[in-house]
């Protein structure tokens, strides 16, 4: 092998080094917003509800900033994309560290941490990966993005750990110094520009963001995996992350089982994301897809009947969901890549992304609703089983091999 392949090689296993730590960063500082409400509703005097709110208002904005971001990616490559996202990350966990003010903490997390996870997000990750690979691409985005939710499982009990034996300020100072010292690794890492796009032979006209636009609106599997996807966010980070332990809490457990099944779960979500990654690289992609959809449904028939069982079920659900929670990511990925084009990759992830935030502002609204109206999750599940079935059924419509025009 030529000492240029294995630099070649080197640099793009750094891309899903990188990227991995990027997301585990941008994932953690979210988590650490939930880990930290307590500590500000004593010392601050906030509600709950104030501090969930800006939350929310987080999730908004990086649901817009995902298509500009993807586009981004697209036009500047990843180098230039993650440092600015990392850049605003950074910024903004320093203002929180040192806010005493709602307004410092608005624009601190709802303002420039917003726009950092909405750029440091997995459909920029996933589109720095699969550029850098010609094989193995699904294996190297699985491994990318399972940074999203299993370096959570490395980062946020560091997190914790800071909190328990300093303060909260060192909490979100130590996410600002390390967001800020990844940037001179990642310039020092990455190339400027993707290796297998030629950006010379592309006009300005080509790449006019209307075109492009039209262009991936025009392709039909796009509005398949749109709609697949926004059902994915509904049961995930709508429904499974916001109200996983509220229910377990109503069923009657612990919450140290109960934080340890979550746990156990994200463990496991890293595991799946990287196995579906691999999987995508040798299985029919769709049917692949279809498959965690009816098995995230089947998880949900679990959750249904857990009421009343053992922790252990618990656990047993837990292990099962995160085997398919974010699973569909490297998959749904490598299908954009190849039927819609690498091209406009970034942008179509950026706008699949939006919807999968969009799904999961509905499922956590949706939950909280069908709670307060019948004291009871049976009907939130039931929703979920059908609604996985239904994106299983949206993507048996895809064919594995991919339209001309995508791959022209």
Known sequence: MSKTVI?????????????????????SCRS???LIMPIWQREFGWSSSYISGVGACALVIMAMIAPFA??????????FTLNLGMGFLGIGAMIVALMNSKLMFVIGFAGFCAIGFGIVATHVVATAATRSFSKN????????????????????????AVLAFISWRWSFGAISCASLALIPCIRVKFRSRPPQINRHAL?????????????????????????????????TTGVIETHLLPFASFCGFPPVPSATAYGLLSLVNLVGMIAAGWFSDRLNRPILLATIYVFRALTFVLLSILPGTSVEMLFFFAFLFGAVDYATVPVTASLVASHIGIKVMGMAMGMLSAGHSIGGAMGAFLGGFIFDATDDYSLLWTICIWLAVGAAGLIAFIKNTPPAEATA
């Open 70 to 79: 993807g586009r981004l990616v697209d036009q500047r490559g990843p180098r």
């Open 137 to 160: 691409q699904g294996l190297a985005t699985g491994i990318a993005t399972s940074g999203a939710t299993g370096g959570q499982f490395l980062i946020v009990p560091l997190i914790a």
């Open 32 to 34: 650490a917003l939930g």
């Open 7 to 27: 630099v070649s090689s080197r640099q793009n296993w750094a891309v899903v080094a990188f990227g991995f730590l990027a997301l585990s960063l941008a994932f």
């Open 203 to 235: 006009t300005p006209d080509q790449s006019n963001i209307r075109r492009d636009l039209a262009f991936i609106l025009r392709r039909p599997v796009f509005h398949l995996l749109f709609w697949s996807f926004l059902i994915c966010g509904f049961t």
